[in-house]
């Protein structure tokens, strides 16, 4: 089953005027492209200095300190994997990025271009208010994020038309 980042953007209107809302999680390949390989690289290369450190007195603090770094990581990487959280949420309110993270239609101020390498594109959403954070969207969500971009100043421009307080 595809998910619904590698989905046309018909197919997340339609969800959106099903549902009420869009869910994209996690894109289970795109997640594991950009951060998790060159830190494994950098994982696969201390971790044949472990048993060293390990064997050394001076050392041996920070061999089970990098152990439970490693395994914090993996842990979080395989809830990450198995679960596809955390999700990108697209609703009548606004935009979720998260649990902790949101944006409503009413605070959006404008829709930022495309940037970043090819491996690592990012999508800003810029607030109103000058001094809030932007919210930045990735492919590890949405694998056409030109795709997802127009779609949302779609919807922003219908907000926008709907609500004259604006």
Same mark, same amino acid.
């Given at each position: 089953?595809?998910?619904?980042?590698?989905?046309?953007?018909?197919?997340?209107?339609?969800? %959106?005027?099903?549902?009420? @809302?869009?869910?994209?999680?996690? /894109? &289970?390949?795109?997640?594991?492209?950009?951060?998790?390989?060159? $830190?494994?690289?950098?994982?696969?290369?201390?971790?044949?200095?472990?048993?060293?450190?390990?064997?050394?007195?001076?050392?041996?603090?920070?061999?089970?300190?990098?152990?439970?770094?490693?395994?914090?990581?993996?842990?979080?990487?395989?809830?990450?994997?198995?679960?596809?959280?955390?999700? %990108?949420?697209?609703?009548? @309110?606004?935009?979720?990025?998260? /649990? &902790?993270?949101?944006?409503?239609?009413?605070?959006?101020?404008? $829709?930022?271009?495309?940037?970043?390498?090819?491996?690592?594109?990012?999508?800003?959403?810029?607030?109103?208010?000058?001094?809030?954070?932007?919210?930045?969207?990735?492919?590890?969500?949405?694998?056409?994020?030109?795709?997802?971009?127009?779609?949302?100043?779609?919807?922003?421009?219908?907000?926008?038309?709907?609500?004259?307080?604006?």
């Amino acid at each position: 089953m595809t998910v619904m980042g590698e989905r046309l953007p018909e197919a997340w209107m339609v969800e %959106l005027h099903r549902n009420g @809302r869009v869910e994209f999680p996690l /894109r &289970r390949w795109s997640f594991l492209q950009v951060p998790v390989l060159p $830190i494994l690289g950098l994982s696969v290369l201390s971790a044949g200095s472990l048993p060293d450190m390990l064997a050394d007195g001076n050392w041996r603090f920070l061999a089970y300190l990098l152990i439970a770094v490693y395994a914090g990581a993996g842990i979080a990487l395989v809830w990450q994997l198995v679960t596809q959280r955390p999700t %990108l949420v697209i609703d009548h @309110r606004g935009i979720h990025q998260g /649990r &902790r993270r949101f944006m409503p239609w009413t605070e959006i101020g404008s $829709i930022g271009p495309i940037s970043g390498p090819k491996m690592a594109r990012q999508l800003q959403i810029h607030p109103r208010n000058i001094w809030a954070k932007n919210l930045t969207l990735t492919q590890q969500h949405v694998n056409d994020l030109q795709a997802l971009k127009t779609w949302l100043n779609t919807l922003l421009a219908n907000h926008h038309q709907d609500s004259p307080s604006s």
